[in-house]
Structure formats: structure tokens, C-alpha cells
């Protein structure tokens, strides 16, 4: 985890208030516009000229049922819908949560409509859906698989049987494992590179660095200056920061205590091996004792 503090000239992107002060807040969305069209790759006619913020919080059709709060969720020019999430760490069943994230968008589509006349006005469903997307920002590596090297990874539904053939386009899931991009300002080749470096980097950066030299980048390094917050807006991001650390200290504690236990254990197995070798040996309690430096009450107990 960063070591970054209150006092750094940047605020940290990935704490929930710089993420959604970016990606989620209307007023900003030339941000998200931006960083979507340089992660599908858009140009010229096929580029998003605009976003409209939706409600992140989707209820489920049966009330007992689990509803799902996005972080940001938002609609482009086609009607193509968007889930942007950001995750710290790795979650049980990620995979699966980003699957049921999807099923909300999907659900919400099954607009009612008259597709014809008929003699007792029978409603029909139009059952053509605009494209889904669920991308996930993540400060992990999904698995240990030496092969996933991409830092960016698309799955899509295909057949099996047709080579890979796509079997429809209205579902895509992005995941993004930032810790996997390792590139130096230097290295930086497109508008994608640009914007992990930003995100990556950005609390500790003294300066916007002269690589990312478009306008964009401008306003982001502008709006992401902490010396300029109103007193609300310092109080909101530091209860979010403080969040964002207590969360990785639990994680730092979690690690260290189990490679304490694990240490510990293999300690206790060792001196288990050599009291019972010793033992077959024919030598006594006391002997045992004065070798290992045990009590007996530990070697009866290891016997």
C-alpha cells in the first residue's frame, strides 16, 4: 500500500471520493468520456460524444432479493450502458458479482411496446438490447496465471464450436489490473497508457508530468489539487482516505500474522520430528529436555 498523506499535493484515485469525484460526477464526465473512449479504442465517428449518470443503487424485481449499488453506472449517446467499479482487493466470487451487476442493465431494457396491432391490444416485449459493459478498475491480479499478462483483459459470449466465433456483442466484460502496469512516463504510447499512469500515480506526483500534455489532463490535475477543496470537501476525502488506509493496514495485519502463525507452526512441527526421532533413539525425558531446551511438560505434550 502507498504511504501517501494528507499533506501530498494530489488527492488518490483510488479512494472512493477521487474515483467518483472523476468518473461519477456529471459535472466531470468529459473525464469518464475519455478514459471509455481510449479503453474501447474509439475514434472519429465511433467515439462517445456524451454520458448521462444513472442511479447507482438498482433494487432488485422481488423485494427479499439482493439489489447492487454501483460506484458508477451511466448511459452513453447510443443508449449503450456503462458499470465502471473500482475494488481495492480481491472478493470471493468476484467474477460472479460482476456477472450479476450485469443482469440489472439487461433487466432494465425489457422495455414494454406495441410492435403491431392486434385485435386485443396484446402487449409484445422488444427484446432488442443496447450493449452492457462492466469494467472493473482493480488495484489486483485477478489470478497467478504466468499467461495473464495483459493489463487490460475483454470477455465476451462466444461459441465453443466456431472458432472462438462471437455469439453476441451485447455483453462485455473489462477488467483492468492496474498493479500489472509498470510503465515509466517515458514509456507512455497512447491515451490508455496516459490514463493508468494518471491513475496510478497521481497522489504522489509533485506536478503533472509533461507527458501528458492534453487538455484533459489539465483540468484532471486541476481538479485533483487538494489545496483548493472547500473545508466539506477536504473533511470527505480525508474520512476517505483514512478508509482507504484502514483498509490495507487490515490487509498488511491479516498477511504478517499469517506468515507469523505460518512460521510457527513450522516451528512447532520441527521440534515435533526431532522430539519423536529422539525418542526412537531410547532417550529420556531429560535428555530431550536438555537438548532442545523444552520442558518436560512440552515434550509430553509433543510424545
Not at 257 to 274: D, F, N, S, V, Y
Request: hydrophobic share 35%; net charge negative; aromatic share 14%.
Amino acid at each position: 500500500m502507498p504511504s501517501e498523506g494528507i499533506y501530498e499535493r494530489f488527492i488518490n484515485f483510488y479512494t472512493d471520493f477521487a474515483f467518483k469525484k472523476f468518473f461519477g460526477t456529471p459535472a466531470n464526465k468529459e473525464f469518464l468520456i475519455s478514459f471509455l473512449n481510449a479503453l474501447l479504442k474509439l475514434e472519429g465517428d465511433e467515439e462517445i460524444k456524451d454520458i448521462k449518470h444513472l442511479n447507482t443503487e438498482k433494487l432488485p424485481i422481488v423485494e427479499a432479493d439482493r439489489k447492487a449499488i454501483y460506484d458508477v453506472y451511466c448511459e452513453n449517446n447510443k443508449g449503450e450502458r456503462f458499470i465502471v467499479e473500482m475494488q481495492k482487493a480481491s472478493q470471493i466470487n468476484f467474477i460472479d458479482r460482476s456477472i450479476y451487476y450485469a443482469s440489472f442493465p439487461i433487466q432494465e431494457q425489457g422495455e414494454k411496446g406495441y410492435i403491431r396491432e392486434m385485435d386485443d391490444k396484446k402487449v409484445y416485449w422488444k427484446y432488442e438490447l443496447r450493449k452492457v459493459y462492466v469494467i472493473g478498475v482493480l488495484n489486483f491480479i485477478i489470478d497467478d496465471n504466468p499467461k495473464h499478462t495483459e493489463v487490460v483483459t475483454h470477455a465476451k459470449l462466444r461459441y465453443d464450436e466456431y472458432e472462438n466465433e462471437l455469439y453476441s456483442d451485447k455483453l462485455e466484460f473489462i477488467n483492468i489490473e492496474m498493479p500489472k502496469f509498470k510503465k515509466s512516463e517515458d514509456e507512455l504510447e497512447d491515451m490508455l497508457d496516459k490514463w493508468f499512469y494518471a491513475m496510478k500515480n497521481l497522489y504522489h506526483l509533485a506536478d503533472r508530468p509533461k507527458a501528458l500534455r492534453e487538455a484533459i489532463f489539465k483540468r484532471l490535475f486541476n481538479l485533483a489539487e487538494i489545496s483548493k477543496y472547500k473545508p466539506n470537501e477536504l473533511l470527505a476525502y480525508r474520512d476517505s482516505l483514512k478508509d482507504y488506509r484502514d483498509y490495507y493496514n487490515t490487509i498488511d495485519f491479516a498477511e504478517i500474522k499469517g506468515r507469523k502463525e505460518g512460521r510457527e507452526e513450522g516451528r512447532a512441527e520441527e521440534q515435533l520430528a526431532i522430539v519423536r526421532r529422539m525418542r526412537t533413539k531410547g532417550l529420556d525425558t531429560a535428555t530431550i529436555a536438555d537438548f532442545t531446551g523444552l520442558s518436560p511438560e512440552e515434550i509430553e505434550q509433543l510424545s
